[in-house]
T-cell receptor
Framework: DTGVSQDPRHKITKRGQNVTFRCDPISEHNRLYWYRQTLGQGPEFLTYFQNEAQLEKSRLLSDRFSAERPKGSFSTLEIQRTEQGDSAMYLC??????????????????FGSGTQLSVL | AQRVTQPEKLLSVFKGAPVELKCNYSYSGSPELFWYVQYSRQRLQLLLRHISRESIKGFTADLNKGETSFHLKKPFAQEEDSAMYYCALYTGNQFYFGTGTSLTVIP
């Protein structure tokens, strides 16, 4: 499978513990997005990278969340001191964006299967 | 502020009947709209985008800037269309997703 892969698929943790998720995008894609999705809601933007640069981070994201993409390839999302409200599906998506600010017509987001986090 | 509204959480239609999934958006700039679909046990995937003016699996969607809408339509629903559908707005650096509509096509 050459699509976006996420690891682990499921994570159960106790409140207060730290967790880290990994996302491997499609190899030629330079953009990588993290989203969070809770039951009955659509994906909510968390942050995105263009290559190794983190270009935007949601204002709703607390300081307990941090993401990296050190070599412009895979990315990690860490949540420190987890809370029960962090329980959600964490989705990663990648795309290939070139050129200026507008989105080119032949680009689209490719999603991973997600990591389901349960905080007890 | 940017916002995407999908008023129907659940929608059921009979096989062969027309289907329309509603999407309204709020955005002060020039919008780019998409429909994403998630079939059972599959990952979220792009269905179509307004800028391509394409028909995918019989679905079409027209951007109406006056009504700020991007409704998804199909003249004859099929059982395999049963899925979760998300409307998404792209603003140049972020995608904003609606809450989704779960479509069930009754045989």
């Amino acid at each position: 499978d050459t699509g976006v892969s996420q690891d682990p698929r499921h994570k159960i943790t106790k409140r207060g513990q730290n967790v880290t998720f990994r996302c491997d995008p499609i190899s030629e894609h330079n953009r990588l997005y993290w989203y969070r999705q809770t039951l009955g809601q659509g994906p909510e933007f968390l942050t995105y990278f263009q290559n190794e640069a983190q270009l935007e981070k949601s204002r709703l994201l607390s300081d307990r969340f941090s993401a990296e993409r050190p070599k412009g390839s895979f990315s990690t999302l860490e949540i420190q001191r987890t809370e029960q409200g962090d329980s959600a599906m964490y989705l990663c998506a990648s795309s290939s964006k070139t050129g200026g600010a507008s989105f080119a017509t032949n680009e689209k987001l490719f999603f991973g299967s997600g990591t389901q986090l349960s905080v007890l | 502020a940017q916002r995407v509204t999908q008023p129907e959480k659940l929608l059921s239609v009979f096989k062969g009947a027309p289907v329309e999934l509603k999407c309204n958006y709020s955005y002060s700039g020039s919008p780019e709209l998409f429909w994403y679909v998630q079939y059972s046990r599959q990952r979220l995937q792009l269905l179509l985008r307004h800028i391509s003016r394409e028909s995918i699996k019989g679905f079409t969607a027209d951007l109406n800037k006056g009504e700020t809408s991007f409704h998804l339509k199909k003249p004859f629903a099929q059982e395999e269309d049963s899925a979760m559908y998300y409307c998404a707005l792209y603003t140049g650096n972020q995608f904003y997703f609606g809450t989704g509509t779960s479509l069930t096509v009754i045989p």
